[in-house]
T-cell receptor, first 113, second 108 residues
């Protein structure tokens, strides 16, 4: 069953801690993306990767980091430098550059306590 | 820079009434436009693409390059259409740019 899986579904973080959100896809998609979804803000791009071992910053990359060591995986680390990390994080993947649209994961809700 | 504007945060309509969710874009080239939908507790999913010119769940959208718009329409709203709708723009060299979304509420 092909798809894109995000884990965990819910994550709680203490202030000052780094946390890593997992995103795995078995669609054989080249490109992967991380978006942040906040009420009234829509989807804002954090990072994206169009090929293994390469990634680019999106519009709101500060306080986040990523890696792309495998085609199937694109983990996102929310660092302690991210001032307002409480949000819903969405991972997506696409063929080539995404001209056919994206497939999205079910999201991870991160809450800072 | 590319930009997508969805002017309505919330749109409420009665069941059976026509629906139009507005989307305007800013891009000087030839865009590809998409509508995505997010039902409650479900993942974001592609509703339709302008290039395929198809109708999904009774929804249609026509790209109007003169008005730089891609409004989503349905002649008769159903309760199950209640969801968050996002318009998105693909310009060829950057990831999809999304609008801020419109929450559609269909009242029985």
């Amino acid at each position: 069953d092909g798809g894109i899986t995000q884990s965990p579904k819910y994550l709680f973080r203490k202030e000052g801690q780094n946390v890593t959100l997992s995103c795995e896809q078995n669609l054989n998609h080249d490109a992967m993306y991380w978006y942040r979804q906040d009420p009234g803000q829509g989807l804002r791009l954090i990072y994206y990767s169009q090929i293994v071992n390469d990634f680019q910053k999106g519009d709101i990359a500060e306080g986040y980091s990523v890696s792309r060591e495998k085609k199937e995986s694109f983990p996102l680390t929310v660092t302690s430098a991210q001032k307002n990390p409480t949000a819903f994080y969405l991972c997506a993947s696409s063929t080539n550059r995404g001209q056919h649209g994206y497939t999205f994961g079910s999201g991870t809700r991160l809450t800072v306590v | 820079a590319q930009r997508v504007t969805q002017p309505e945060k919330l749109l409420s309509v009665f069941k059976g009434a026509p629906v139009e969710l507005k989307c305007n874009y800013s891009y000087s080239g030839s865009p590809e436009l998409f509508w995505y939908v997010q039902y409650s507790r479900q993942r974001l999913q592609l509703l339709l693409r302008h290039i395929s010119r198809e109708s999904i769940k009774g929804f249609t959208a026509d790209l109007n390059k003169g008005e730089t718009s891609f409004h989503l329409k349905k002649p008769f709203a159903q309760e199950e259409d209640s969801a968050m709708y996002y318009c998105a723009l693909y310009s060829g060299n950057t990831p999809l740019v999304f609008g801020k979304g419109t929450r559609l509420s269909v009242i029985a």
